[in-house]
């Protein structure tokens, strides 16, 4: 097999990264002697843990995770009632030091921060700047105990102070690249991501957990995580929001218009890669790394690589933003499109999942013949493709393009 | 309607021919199998692999969609990752202290290894690139696990190596050995493609008798895995009636004349003497050539036996007759031909040891059996005619050679051994992994000489 020479490496707000994955702010980068291990281990740079000033008191409560599990799928998605770094900047400041003297320009230290008023911002980025940080990141969206301006309210679901508050740390920062990490959980996002880069900001964190509520123990009512018997809700991360962050990252790579660092869900090189196809020039990692370790970055260059060499691109650069000219708005899409539905009968188990699917949830066009064998009545099928998702063997239905009208209700 | 994607044929099906037990996974049951793995943090499956391949990271790299990554973690450790992948006895190494077994079953190793292997050959992927070409010749003895993976080491590490090996074919054991219903000749000669591509030499049909003549031509060090090839024999009344067979020179007829035989002859009552894998592979040989029962005979209890659990069940599904704690007493034979068998029952005179001495006879359950074929499966040993060539090399009991644990090093300096012809007859991964050794050995021996 022909391979090519393949380079991993990217620029982002102007930082060369040795590949495009990154450790982000959150437990794995809130540590000195686990950030050096992650580092160690290849990841291109880390977003130190959010700090904030010295006064600010942040108490945690346990237990503060819960798993999402999805049948006998563990950490479908993760919960947690977190707060900010229990670190203040006396010590982030130090770390930075210690870590950009060890690593030097071979891994990115960034650091988060967040505030309560212009001060205290203007305060860590100075502090920041002066420990040798490579990229500042700002909270705008941890989905507890925020200090914006309405008590528990994100800082980046008012428009005005997210604009605000980015120009006060744009100002100060001035050549550091300032990266405003926000939130999906807003009514329009690209509002919110205009004000950023009206702001003054170099690029977009996209984007943050998502509010939730992880379960309940239906034995005593009480929802997940129990803190002394009450609960609160939690951010969500992990697998499961993936295709929010997708759909929040690609959409603003079509709209706004500056450099993406991508958040939310991924867990492999292919969702990293997923991310990058929507626009993202980076992908930070979080809830992947406590679950399966710091050892991921192995697998993520890897698999990243091996793919470029046999697509034959050379490049990370080029194959960012590949896939938004194919997303469109609704009223573009094609109504001609005529597909059916084909069952490969040498693949099919005979489980009847898509007769069930189509009975139920479709056009009534599987029927199960001799020995369940599911036999698709061209005419009846709309093509809707859920028989296609519920079927359990790779491969085995496909969509192809039907002459076939369809057979219209008539009562 | 037939089982598609099972990966294990059915007991009736597997019978009627040599058709490869155990199927490649499909990709979903990889996956499937792959994402069962709990990647335990110090994960014992890798402690259980002779080779040290991290069973852990190249499952991993399944589930995260790394397939090349896979195959390289496991080629690194394991140069025969799909051959071992198919007849390495999982339950006793690797799978024995899965994780998993406590909350399920064991994670299927051995068949996630072979798949790896598998896309990785179907899409030919060149090894990786070899370092710096060295000038320096090394001769290699034997084309068995042992020196094949001794070979694709010192080649990686730029050498010119060359194996001679005595018989037609390459792979020892593997390819005259192990039968097809277990390993395809296909797949040994596709990974030893693979180990000449990374820039092997091997000649064939090349016996070596002195190995004094291979310095005279210029190799500097010299490696000797020639394996065991010779069959131990038990010593019966009647051992050389016609239709007494041993079982390598059985399973090399049938491999060689693929799936029928030459030079031996299978009646329609069988009886297996022996209780190794060599028994087994005798013993289901023998029902796939139309053998119409099959006993087989060894001392040990079918707990004790020291065949693979998987080949021991493999053979009961199939319909051998096991019959155990039993010892022969002599092969009956009328006109020069075996007509039958005549055994007794044994207990053990000291507990777990599970040897002929240790076996005392229980007057009262002597039995036989009417038989028109016995295969002696009872153990290699090593071919007396190598020993006297290898001058120099010091060796013990019947001829295997003495070489030191770790470096592989025999008495005579630049000469390395291992494989079965050192550590007696084990397996195919230990023969790697002591391959392995032995080359990191020869590599540091000769730059040491420079
Ligand atoms: C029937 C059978 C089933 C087995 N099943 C399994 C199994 O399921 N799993 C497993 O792990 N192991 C199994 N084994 C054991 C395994 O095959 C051996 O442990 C392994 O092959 C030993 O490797 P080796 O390289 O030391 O020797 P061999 O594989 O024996 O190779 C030695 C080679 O050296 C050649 N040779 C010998 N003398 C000379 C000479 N003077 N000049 C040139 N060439 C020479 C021989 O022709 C042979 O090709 C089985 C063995 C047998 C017999
Ligand atoms: C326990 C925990 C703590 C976190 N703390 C922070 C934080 O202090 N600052 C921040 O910006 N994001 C924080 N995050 C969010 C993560 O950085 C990340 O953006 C989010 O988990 C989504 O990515 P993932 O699906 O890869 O985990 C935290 C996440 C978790 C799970
Ligand atoms: S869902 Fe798939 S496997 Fe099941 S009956 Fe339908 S086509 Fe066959
Ligand atoms: S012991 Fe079993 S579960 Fe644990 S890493 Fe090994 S194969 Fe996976």
Sequence with gaps: MKTIPVNLGIEFCGVKFNNPFILSAAPPTDDLDMLKRGLEMGWAGAVLKTTSVEKNKVELVYPMISGLSFENKKVVGMGNIDLISEHHIDLVEKRIEVLKKEFGDERVIAASIMGAKKEDWQHLVKRLKAAGVDIIECSFSCPQGSMGEVPGAMLAQSIPATEMVTRWVKSAAKKTPVVIKITPMVADIVAVANAVKKGGADAICASNTIPSLMGIDIENFIPNPNVAGKTTYSGLSGPAIKPITLKVISELSKTVGLPITGTGGAVNWIDALEFMLCGATTVQFCTAVMHYGYDIIEDLCEGLAFYMEEKGISRVKDLIGKSLPYIVGHDDLSRKNRVTSHIDLKKCVRCGLCYYACQDGGHQAIELGRERRPEVDEEKCFGCGLCQSACPIDDCIELKESEKPRKIATV | ?450
């Design chain 2, 1 to 450: 309607m037939s089982n598609k994607t099972a990966t294990t044929l059915l007991p009736e099906e597997r019978k009627k021919g040599f058709r490869e037990i155990h199927r490649c996974y499909e990709p979903h049951q990889a996956y499937l199998e792959a994402s069962r793995c709990l990647m335990c943090e110090d994960a014992p499956c890798t402690k259980g692999c002779p080779a040290g391949v991290d069973i852990k990271a190249f499952i991993r790299k399944i589930r995260f969609h790394n397939l090349r990554g896979a195959i390289r973690e496991i080629r690194e450790a394991n140069v025969l990752a799909g051959i071992c992948g198919k007849v390495c006895p999982q339950e006793l190494l690797c799978q024995k202290e899965c994780s998993n077994t406590e909350i399920d079953i064991p994670i299927n190793i051995a068949a996630l290894q072979r798949y790896v292997a598998d896309v990785e050959l179907r899409r030919s992927v060149s090894p990786s690139a070899r370092q710096f070409a060295q000038r320096i010749k090394v001769a290699i003895i034997g084309s068995g696990p042992a020196g094949l993976a001794v070979a694709a080491n010192l080649a990686q590490k730029g050498y010119e190596v060359t194996i001679f090996e005595a018989e037609a074919k390459p792979g020892g054991l593997l390819t005259y050995g192990i039968p097809p219903h277990r390993l395809p000749s296909s797949a040994v000669q596709k990974e030893i493609r693979y180990i000449k591509r990374i820039g092997v030499k091997i000649r064939c049909k090349t016996k070596i008798m002195n190995i004094d003549e291979l310095f005279k031509k210029d190799f500097k060090a010299i490696f000797i895995g020639v394996g065991l090839p010779g069959a131990r024999k038990i010593g019966l009344p009647g051992e050389n009636l016609k239709g007494v067979y041993t079982a390598l020179e059985f399973l090399k007829d049938v491999i060689t004349n693929k799936g029928r035989t030459k030079q031996t002859k299978i009646g329609k009552r069988v009886v297996v003497i022996g209780g190794g894998d060599v028994a087994m592979d005798a013993a289901s040989c023998a029902l796939r050539l139309g053998a119409q029962r099959v006993d087989l005979v060894c001392l040990e209890g079918y707990d004790e036996m020291p065949s693979s659990p998987e080949e021991r069940r493999i053979c009961w599904e199939e319909g051998v007759e096991i019959n155990t704690r039993v010892m022969p007493l002599k092969i009956i034979g009328s006109k020069g031909r075996v007509t039958g068998y005549k055994g007794i029952g044994i207990r053990w005179r000291k507990p777990g040891l599970f040897i002929p001495s240790n076996a005392i006879p229980i007057p009262g359950t002597e039995f036989s059996l009417k038989v028109d074929t016995v295969i002696e499966a009872i153990g290699q040993i090593p071919d007396t005619g190598n020993v006297k060539g290898f001058k120099g090399i010091e060796t013990a009991g019947p001829g295997y050679i003495v070489a030191k644990k770790k470096t592989f090093k025999t008495s005579r300096p630049g000469v390395f051994a291992a494989g079965d012809i050192v550590n007696r007859g084990a397996t195919a991964v230990q023969a790697v992994a002591d391959g392995n050794a032995a080359a990191e050995a020869i590599d540091a021996y000769l730059k040491r000489k420079r």
